[in-house]
């Protein structure tokens, strides 16, 4: 029987949990790589970090052997509307038909966004500055999937492209990255969503 995400999830938990009660730890200290952090740190800390990240890249590697998802539903709520959609759990990985999963919600997160953004200004995120309404457009249909977030008067849609694993991180640029418009009836507070 292969685990689901849901079982990932709760090992990666319970896990996690035994690794801060100091229940498991990296005995082999040559693995811990940087001494300046192990210092910081102390060994003991830095350990349990470690130990907790090599199981993780153990479920990663069973995820990918076994082709079980790393998508989660989750629900944005802005202006008493919900829409639930598919986002990649923060402690696994993207298998390749995920990303397929995560383009077919496309349209569904764009119909909401389209719904809420009618009337307020539009803002790109870096750098921060007013955009208008048929460039956020073409920036929109470039994007193969997109993401959403709500802030109390402020919605935010994340335009994504690439390896989902990579998107959000600058490293990955310009194969994979995700950027930001925000729609808000003032300059956005910039919150790092």
Not at 69 to 78: D, E, K, P, T, Y
Request: some cysteine.
């Amino acid at each position: 029987m292969t685990y689901t995400t849901e079982q990932l999830i709760r090992i990666l938990e319970e896990e996690l949990k035994a690794a801060w009660k100091g229940e498991r730890l990296l005995l082999a200290s040559s693995q811990l790589g940087d001494p300046v952090v192990e210092k910081a740190l102390g060994t003991e800390k830095l350990s349990k970090v470690y130990a907790y990240r090599d199981f993780r890249s153990q479920i990663h590697q069973y995820q990918l052997e076994h082709r079980v998802s790393g998508l989660v539903w989750r629900s944005c709520r802005f202006n008493g509307r919900f829409i639930h959609f598919p986002e990649i759990h923060n402690q696994l990985v993207a298998i390749p038909r995920d990303k397929e999963t995560l383009i077919a919600s496309k349209p569904e997160i764009l119909a909401f966004w389209r719904e809420h953004t009618d009337q307020l200004p539009l803002w790109q995120m870096s750098p921060t500055r007013p955009i208008l309404v048929h460039q956020a457009n073409q920036q929109i249909e470039a994007a193969e999937w997109v993401e959403i977030e709500a802030g109390q008067a402020e919605l935010y849609l994340g335009l994504c492209w690439g390896d989902p694993n990579e998107c959000h991180y600058g490293w990955a640029y310009p194969d994979s990255r995700c950027e930001q418009i925000i729609a808000s009836a003032s300059e956005p507070s910039l919150l790092k969503v």
